[in-house]
Structures are given as C-alpha cells and as structure tokens.
C-alpha cells in the first residue's frame, strides 16, 4: 500500500464518523433498512421528537451510552492519536461521532461536532455548560433536573440543530494540508461540504472506508477498505532532513 507522506511542518485535518467506530461493534447509522439501530431518526433525534416524547429519546440515547461504555478503540482510533503525537500542535481531528473512542485511544486536539454521549445539558439552553453523565437512565424520572428546573436532554445535536464550535472547524480546516476523511457517507451537512472547502483551497484530500462516499469526487484519493486494516501505518511524516 503506497503511503501518504506528510512534510513535519503541516497541519493535517481529520474528520471522522460511524464507519472508524464499527470494528469496535458501534453500527453506523445508515443501515440497508434506512433505520438507525431499529428506529426512524424523527422519532429519537430531532428537536421535535424531544418535546414530543423526552422517555423515547432517553431511552434510545441510553442505549446508545450503555453500547458506547463497553466498547472499546480499534486500530483506526489508535492510528490517529499515534499520528497527532508526531504532528504536535499540528494536527486536528473533527468527529460527527457521539462515542468517546478516539479519546480512549489517546486523541487530545478533539472536537465532537455532533455532541457527546458521555454527556448532558439543560433543554432550555439556560446557560450551564452540558455536564458529564454516563448514567444510563432506566427511566424519565431517573433523569436529574439542572438546577434551573429544565430536564436534562443529552448533549447531541439533533437533526435541525447547528452543529457545535463551526467558527473553530472552519479555522482548522483553512490551516491544514492534509484533509483526512474516514468512515462517512457524505451525506450530512455540513460536513459533508468540508471536502470542499479543502479542495477549493487545493489541498489534498483523502478518503478512508469500504465504499465510495456520496461526495467522492471531491477527494483527490479514494482508498477501499476498512478503516481499522488501512490507516496504521498509512500516513508517513517526512523527517525535516527528508525535505
Ligand atoms: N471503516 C471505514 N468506514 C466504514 C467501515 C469501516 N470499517 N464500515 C462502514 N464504513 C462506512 C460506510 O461505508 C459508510 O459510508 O462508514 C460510513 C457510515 O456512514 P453513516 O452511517 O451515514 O454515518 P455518518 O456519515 O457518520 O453519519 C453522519 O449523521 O446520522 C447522523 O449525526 C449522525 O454523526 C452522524 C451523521
């Protein structure tokens, strides 16, 4: 497998989603039957789908936690926090994901767009920060009330809401070199166009994942397979004596 070389002063930009966590047992979302773990996304992630039925989505974002608990990083996750330690300062990496696995495998420089499994927030958006919580909730009534009186929702970012920290994403995203695409089927926005912002800006862009993604012809590289069997050892940084 020829190797992507990397010269030790650029920045590389990462962006992942489901596809690097289903080695580790996480299914992607979008399944062959178009449902998520069994459930229609209007009926567990949207704004709506909140103020409509708080137990149900409670119940399916407590699945999802007890799921993400007991699972462990897989060789993707490890080869991108092996590669933030060469690139120190320089390297930046983005998930769509909700599960905590690249930072169990030891990524640092880490911004979960999509929200945080292990955590939670108040649904009136009162000001105090989401919390941690790995609690796996039983039951509505088992869900603590922030001290403000709102009920605790979990910290995702449900279809129809902007995705968390776009000003800082676009930042790294105009540093960086090297844009690195794994596991996602470019078919939500935004991140879907970051490809394109990248490209626009002519930098390399490189796909990681065992089918073409809806937005492949904005990659400048394709690579079929599976993130866990192709990213150790793909990405070379050069040696300054090297340039
Ligand atoms: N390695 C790499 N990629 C894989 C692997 C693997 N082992 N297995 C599957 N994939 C790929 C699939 O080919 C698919 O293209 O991962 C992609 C998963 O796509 P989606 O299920 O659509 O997940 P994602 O793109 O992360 O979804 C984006 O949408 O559902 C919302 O908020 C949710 O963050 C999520 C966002």
């Known amino acids: 497998m020829k190797k ?15 596809g690097i966590s289903a080695e580790s047992g996480l299914p992607a979302f979008r399944a062959s039957d178009g449902l998520w773990a069994g459930y229609r996304v209007e009926d567990v992630c949207t704004p709506d789908a909140w103020r409509r039925d708080p137990a149900g989505v409670w119940a399916f974002y407590a699945a999802r936690r007890d799921a993400g608990q007991k699972a462990l990083p897989n060789p993707a996750h490890t080869a991108l926090a092996e590669l933030e330690a060469q690139l120190p300062g320089r390297f930046f990496l983005c998930t769509q994901n909700v599960d905590d696995l690249h930072e169990r495998a030891g990524s640092v420089n880490l911004l979960h767009m999509h929200g ?77 166009s970051f490809v394109h912002w990248a490209r626009q800006r002519g930098e ?3 796909y990681i994942g065992p089918e073409e993604p809806l937005n492949a ?14 990213l150790p050892g793909l990405i070379h940084v050069e040696n300054m004596s090297s340039n």
Do not use: N, W
């Open 204 to 206: 390399r862009t490189v």
């Open 4 to 18: 992507i070389l990397v010269r030790p002063d650029d920045s590389v930009f990462v962006l992942t989603g489901a």
């Open 217 to 230: 012809s904005a990659f400048t590289h394709v690579l079929e397979g599976k993130a866990g069997e192709l």
């Open 116 to 192: 945080e499994l292990a955590k939670s927030r108040c649904e009136r958006e009162c000001g105090r920060p989401p919390v941690e919580d790995r609690t796996v909730y039983r039951a509505l009534d088992d869900v603590p009330r922030c001290p403000c009186g709102g009920r605790l929702r979990p910290h995702i970012v449900f279809f129809g809401e902007i995705p968390l920290e776009m000003d800082r994403i676009q930042d790294e995203i105009a540093k960086a070199k090297l844009m690195l695409v794994v596991g996602t089927s470019g078919s939500v926005y935004p991140a879907a």
